[in-house]
Nanobody, 123 residues
Framework: QVQLVESGGGLVHAGGSLRLSCAAS????????MGWYYQPPGKQRELVAL????????SYADSVKGRFTISRDSAKNIWYLQMNSLKPEDTAVYYC????????????????WGQGTQVTVSS
């Protein structure tokens, strides 16, 4: 069984930094995309950053370009979101997601979500 566990959220002043981590556990053979999403209060969940595991390419939401960086430790199936120059509008629950997960135990290809971690940026 695959599980994603996030860590690193918290309260920070505007202009500060946080680093989120997502650790995927289970008998994982491959993950196609590693991603971070956020869900501000009263809004829908949106993609923040995406990393393609095959070639390391990344993409970002316009609102975070130049401030957030997604990276990985693919050997350990851990990925990170470094968030700099945080703004109050970045306040949200942040979720990690693994797309296209294959395990040694099944031929199925599935997607998994983490439980979410709260990030609060005070002005």
């Amino acid at each position: 069984q695959v599980q994603l566990v996030e860590s690193g959220g918290g309260l920070v002043h505007a202009g500060g930094s946080l680093r989120l981590s997502c650790a995927a556990s289970g008998r994982i053979f491959d993950i196609i995309h590693m991603g971070w999403y956020y869900q501000p209060p009263g809004k829908q969940r949106e993609l923040v950053a995406l990393l393609t595991n095959t070639d390391g390419s990344t993409s970002y939401a316009d609102s975070v370009k130049g401030r957030f960086t997604i990276s990985r430790d693919s050997a350990k199936n851990i990925w990170y979101l470094q968030m700099n120059s945080l703004k109050p509008e970045d306040t949200a629950v942040y979720y990690c997601k693994a797309d296209g997960v294959r395990t040694y135990d099944s031929s199925a290809i599935e997607d998994y979500w983490g439980q979410g971690t709260q990030v609060t940026v005070s002005s």
